[in-house]
């Protein structure tokens, strides 16, 4: 089991950067595959990015280019650099891992908020 604690989020304005953290407890790391999802008030919870353990990575079609999403197997760390930050990506920010070759098996963080307003 992981267990996994999102940091960082905060308010921003627009064009600014944030950096979101998110540090996971457990056994396996290493192994699972990483991503960041998030929800804002009203709407689905959307794709951010993925990253799996061999380091490829999948962006949600509304952050490439402004998004990276980066991990430290040695630190148990997971990682979203967030850059030219818009209003539209003001929402609860989810960290999340999942096993390579089962997806149902799944770990979730509590969230972090990130406001994007002038």
């Known amino acids: ?5 999102e940091s960082g989020g905060g308010l921003v304005q627009p064009g600014g ?17 990483v991503g960041w999802s998030r929800q804002a008030p ?9 990253l799996t353990s061999g380091g ?15 991990r430290d ?9 967030m850059n030219s930050l818009k209003p539209e990506d003001t929402a609860v920010y989810y960290c ?5 070759y089962d997806e149902s098996i799944n770990y979730w963080g509590q969230g972090t908020q990130v406001t994007v307003s002038s």
């Not at 089991?1 to 604690?5: G, S, W």
């Not at 197997?73 to 650099?81: D, G, I, P, T």
């Open 73 to 81: 197997n040695a630190k148990n760390m997971v990682y979203l650099q």
């Open 96 to 100: 999340y891992v999942y096993h390579p």
């Open 42 to 50: 009203g709407n689905q919870r959307e794709l951010v990015a993925t």
């Open 1 to 5: 089991q992981v267990q996994l604690v």
């Open 56 to 70: 490829t990575s999948t962006y949600g079609d509304s952050v490439k280019g402004r998004f990276t999403i980066s």
């Open 17 to 33: 950067s944030l950096r979101l953290s998110c540090a996971a407890s457990g056994s396996g790391f290493s192994i699972y595959a």
